[in-house]
Every structure is written in structure tokens, then in C-alpha cells.
């Protein structure tokens, strides 16, 4: 099984910052993309940025606010969040794709943290 911690939200004035990490634990894992998603109140989960061996996707409401970093070797993406709006009040999701043991991959999901903005 793979295990996915994230640690880093909290509340933040509009115009701040906040970083957002994510670490992935469990045997014989092989990670080939780490994601971050977002799920507001009433509203569907959203990639915020994604980060793959070959390439890296932010969503079109990032508008060059958000860094999606990873370190492959332990396992972490890290999301640094700069000019902060409101609306990027959420709950923030560290997700990845996953092989482990060599099956097939399959996602797995962190529990969440909470990042709220205010004005």
C-alpha cells in the first residue's frame, strides 16, 4: 500500500504564501506522476499541477502563482503557492500514480489539507 502525507496548509492572508508538501511511504514503490488537486466547498476536485518525468501542467487559474516541485529520490512533491487569492481556498490533494511490487499503477490519494485565504 502506498501512503501519501501532506503537511503545510493552513490561513493566509490574500497576497501571501504558503508551500504544501507531500511525502509518499510504502515497499517497492515506483512513482511516475505526482499531482495536486483541489476540492472547494460545492465545487468538483481540480488538477492544480502536475509533475511527471517528462513534463509539468498547472491549471489555468495557477497564472504562474504556483511551483510544483519533486524529489524523486525521497519521494516528495512539494507545491510552493505565491499571491494567494481567496478563491484558492480549498482542500489541497496530493495524488500520484503508482506501481508497487511491479503490478500495475494505480492512484492513490492523500488525506488532505486545508488552505484557506482570506481577504
Known amino acids: 500500500q502506498v501512503q501519501l502525507v501532506e503537511s503545510g496548509g493552513g490561513e493566509v492572508q490574500a497576497g501571501g504564501s504558503l508551500r504544501l508538501s507531500c511525502v509518499a511511504s510504502g515497499s517497492m514503490i515506483e512513482i511516475s506522476v505526482m499531482n495536486w488537486y483541489r476540492q472547494a466547498p460545492g465545487k468538483q476536485r481540480e488538477l492544480v499541477a502536475r509533475t511527471s518525468d517528462y513534463s509539468t501542467h498547472y491549471g489555468d487559474f495557477v497564472e504562474g502563482r504556483f511551483t510544483i516541485s519533486r524529489d524523486v529520490a525521497k519521494k516528495t512533491v512539494d507545491l510552493q503557492m505565491n499571491n494567494l487569492k481567496p478563491e484558492d481556498t480549498a482542500v489541497y490533494f496530493c495524488?500520484?500514480?503508482?506501481?508497487?511490487?511491479?503490478?500495475?499503477?494505480?492512484?492513490?490519494w492523500g488525506q488532505g489539507t486545508q488552505v484557506t485565504v482570506t481577504v
Open positions: 495524488n500520484v500514480l503508482a506501481r508497487q511490487g511491479g503490478g500495475p499503477p494505480y492512484p492513490y
